[in-house]
């Protein structure tokens, strides 16, 4: 939607270029934009628009190109939680084992988050296996060496998701 907002401006005669594409994006790197659409517009107009006289063209491209997005990030959002709550009543898929990997204890019990990393993992696996959800069972996750990386095997085949 970045791209898509600048060729908006420029088709409506805002001078944006390629070193206010470079400022926003840097912008939004560092966060300024505090993961708000409404904040996302005021650091986006403060870096792209330089007088007075583009204000109400950037609004139109704004809104143009940013209505309704609000409400299909809460439909996504809605849509994350219901499948997080389904894939709760079936947490029976999951080994002792496979809860410890991820920091299970009788104090803490597994979060949604990381039920839904270990479900999506299995998932991935018995996906590319071509077997589909029934072989769930058949799918253990082995090791979370990292945030980003985890292993599993596949009828003792080992996999890296």
Do not use: N
Request: some cysteine; hydrophobic content about 45%; proline content about 4%.
């Amino acid at each position: 939607m970045f791209v898509p907002f600048l060729y908006q401006l420029r088709e409506l005669g805002v001078p944006v270029g390629t070193g206010e594409a470079v400022a926003l994006a840097q912008a939004l790197r560092l966060g300024l934009h505090e993961q708000s659409l409404d904040q996302f517009y005021y650091v986006s107009r403060s870096l792209l628009v330089h007088e007075e006289r583009y204000l109400d063209p950037f609004d139109q491209a704004f809104l143009k190109v940013f209505k309704g997005i609000e409400i299909e990030a809460q439909k996504l959002k809605d849509e994350l939680f219901d499948w997080l709550r389904e894939a709760k009543k079936i947490e029976g898929e999951l080994s002792e084992e496979e809860r410890a990997l991820l920091g299970e204890t009788e104090d803490a019990p597994l979060d949604a988050l990381g039920f839904a990393r270990l479900w999506t993992t299995k998932e991935a696996v018995v996906k590319a296996e071509g077997i589909g959800l029934p072989g769930m069972q058949r799918c253990r996750i082995v090791a979370v060496p990292g945030r980003a990386l985890v292993h599993a095997t596949y009828d003792g085949a080992a996999r890296e998701v």
